[in-house]
């Protein structure tokens, strides 16, 4: 038997799952087919901070989208929570960059001025003020942006959370699903195969992160996202209360009393071991920061595959030659932060054609793409 979908996301990340809570708020009939069960792959093993202001894009399109999706989280968190019944443990203490040499402060001082030019309410606290907020951080200290308006969340419990409201709302997930075949006429396709069965579909999404490359193949599409592997630990630790940040070392507190320590960015294909190497460093920088974390508990470390685009932006669009299947993928180190507004932007272009911001930025990248200009980061333009 032939069944029907509207629309076919392929991929149960959050950036699955946000496009498909979208898409059932207009009465979409959706399927997301996951490979394994939703949420466990980049999405349950990022950090959950919502980085704007603390982030490393500063104003261009990739800005842009971030601070437009983190606005949209506290109202999110609230319906996803009452559908739920689950708590994505949503906090608001803010990131404290820590400002500890004088290039800290140096590098600083321009952010900080951008951002409060961009209505942030960025902070420039002294070394006292920090350690008022956080009594147990490291006395080497000359100070720290505290940047009170990015917020973080447990963004395992978030995708568990949103799967489960996802399909209060309608949706249905298929798991230990994949699609293995297309039927294409005419620039569209029509249907796609999981198992032994055809589905028919008016669209098609891939939104499978890091697999999104194998996904296209079954479409005859080239998506050149690669995995870049983050490794991460957590102890058991009450010792702090806001995102500490320095140096690209970051110690996220969790209502759940864990403290989560990250982390690593490697290209290094699918593998997900974790090194005792690794372990030994980020334990090292850790306690440099907060030195009574000597004697915490370690509770769990783990690995996950970030979905990293050559264009450093996340890929928003229609597939080149096939009108109705629809690329995103390609969040990297911001998924968490971004999938509110991708959902709603994809959404939008299923529904309507015409999002309410730009896709233009976000166009799959056809050609190589040379390396980032000095001064922006390796890991997001603009
Ligand atoms: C260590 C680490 C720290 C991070 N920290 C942060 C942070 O603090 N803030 C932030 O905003 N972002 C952070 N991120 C980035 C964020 O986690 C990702 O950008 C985001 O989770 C990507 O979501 P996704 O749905 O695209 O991918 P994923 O969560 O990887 O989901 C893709 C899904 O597709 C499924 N799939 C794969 N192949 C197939 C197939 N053939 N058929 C069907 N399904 C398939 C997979 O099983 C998976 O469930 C971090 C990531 C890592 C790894």
Redesign the pocket.
Known sequence: MTQTADVVV???????LAIAWNLTEQQQRILV????Q??????S???????VSSGRSRQGPVYQLKRASQALYPALVEEIEQRSGLSVEYQTAGVLDLLRTEADEQKYREIYQLRREQGSAAAWLSAAEVRRLEPHLTTDLRGAVHFPDDHHLN?GKLAEAWANAVVQRGATIRTD???TEARIGNGKVTAVRIGDEWISTNTVVI?????SQ??GEVFGLTIPVQPAK?Q?MSVRSTLVRHVISWDDHYLVPRKNGEVVI??TVEFVGYDKDVSLATLRALIDRSVVLVPELRSTPLHRFW?????YSPSRRPILCRAPGLENVILA?G?????????PMTGKLIAELITTGTPSMSLEPFALPLEPVPPPPEGESPDEAD
Do not use: C, D, F, Y
Not at 38 to 43: I, L, R, T, V
Not at 45 to 51: C, F, K, Y
Not at 207 to 211: D, L, N, R, T, Y
């Open positions: 392929i991929g149960g990340g959050v950036i699955g087919v996951e490979k394994h939703p949420g466990q792959e980049a999405s093993a990022a950090a959950g901070i919502l980085a963004n699903a994949t699609v939104a499978a992160g890091s697999w194998q996904v983050g991460m990250g982390s690995a996950g595959l970030r979905p993928t969040h990297h180190r911001n998924g968490i932060v971004m999938a």
